[in-house]
């Protein structure tokens, strides 16, 4: 089973500012990565897939990088609704698909 | 507008068998890989099954030889069966759609089904 470790836990952060948070896979998941945001009571939201895309619908101020076993989800500009919890997802070597644990965004 | 929702009995005794339904509205079911994550505190996400077109299943190797996952394509739902639950079991369901075997992403959730296992 691929282990996916997010970093750091908890990532304080000032509204309009740039948010960098990272995702490393214990053996290479390729481009094989998803990002979602999930905000209290609400399911988790598909932001990036194969590393790097954008779903649709989402803003041009998220972005995502990496490949093998090192990811970056980067967010400039931070808008009030970004303060949420985001995970990354390997969808590579399965079953199972796996996830971090989650890096929670807050206001600084 | 593809909509899941999830449905379950909310309280499930310890040793006894969970059951959850996903009804999707606003599409269908076929041709779409249907799966059930759960999200506990102590474990975060964790992907349990998917199934596909009523023929096509895969399991999480640590959940396998207690779930069942099945569509039901007259009824537009999927669900899920976990036998011999624990309190380990408790937590909120969700049902999640993929539309690619090769892209296993989620790229639709339902609002999810909060499951307590106590007696």
């Known amino acids: 089973e691929i282990v996916m470790t997010q970093s750091p836990a908890t990532l304080s952060v000032s509204p309009g500012e740039r948010a960098t948070l990272s995702c490393r896979a214990s053996q290479s998941v390729s481009s094989n990565l998803a990002w979602y945001q999930q905000k209290p009571g609400q399911a988790p939201r598909l932001l990036i897939s194969g590393a790097s895309t954008r779903a649709t619908g989402i803003p041009a101020r998220f972005s995502g990088s990496g490949s093998g076993t090192e990811f970056t989800l980067t967010i400039i500009s931070l808008q009030s609704e970004d303060f949420a919890v985001y995970y990354c997802q390997q969808y590579n070597n399965w079953p199972p698909f796996t996830f971090g644990q989650g890096t929670k965004l807050e206001i600084k | 507008q593809v909509l899941l929702q999830e449905s379950g009995p909310g309280l499930v005794k310890p040793s006894e068998t969970l059951s959850l339904t996903c009804t999707v509205s606003g599409g269908s079911i076929i041709n779409y890989y249907w799966s059930w994550v759960r999200q506990s505190p102590g474990k975060g996400l964790e992907w349990i099954a998917y199934a596909y077109n009523s023929g096509t299943t895969s399991y999480s190797p640590s959940l396998k030889s207690r779930v069942t996952i099945s569509l039901d394509t007259s009824e537009n739902q999927c669900s899920l069966k976990l036998t011999s639950v624990t309190a380990a079991d408790t937590g909120l369901y969700f049902c999640?759609?993929?539309?690619?075997?090769?892209?296993?992403?989620?790229?639709?959730w339902g609002q999810g089904t909060l499951v307590t296992v106590s007696s």
């Open positions: 999640a759609r993929t539309s690619s075997r090769s892209h296993f992403y989620f790229d639709n």
